[in-house]
Nanobody
Framework: QVQPVESGGGLVQAGGSLSLSCAAS????????MGWFRQAPGKEREFVAC????????AYADSVKGRFTISRGNFKNTMYLQMNSLKPEDTAVYYC??????????????WGQGTQVTVSS
């Protein structure tokens, strides 16, 4: 079992930037991928971005393309999400997920506890 742990998040004004980190402990496999999902109050959890372990494949939700960047860290099983030009509608709990890629779709098998991101207008 893999246990992802998120860090970062917080409160920022619209137009600002925040960075999230995720470190996944436990055994992973070469075909694994990591990604971010988010859930706003009263809404379903939605996909944000994902990256393959090898770092050669990324995918983004249309709502964050051009503003968010996902990347792998130098240490194994670490991942970052750089969020720029944040909007109030980006406010949500952000969850780190580990799973496998089916095409460009991340199928999560393990979830982190989540970290709050709040963007004020």
């Amino acid at each position: 079992q893999v246990q992802p742990v998120e860090s970062g998040g917080g409160l920022v004004q619209a137009g600002g930037s925040l960075s999230l980190s995720c470190a996944a402990s436990g055994r992973t496999f070469s075909n694994y991928a990591m990604g971010w999902f988010r859930q706003a109050p009263g809404k379903e959890r939605e996909f944000v971005a994902c990256i393959r372990w090898s770092g050669d494949s990324t995918a983004y939700a249309d709502s964050v393309k051009g503003r968010f960047t996902i990347s792998r860290g130098n240490f194994k099983n670490t991942m970052y999400l750089q969020m720029n030009s944040l909007k109030p509608e980006d406010t949500a709990v952000y969850y780190c997920a580990v799973g496998v890629l089916v095409g460009t779709t991340l199928m999560p098998s393990d979830w982190g506890q989540g970290t709050q991101v709040t963007v004020s207008s």
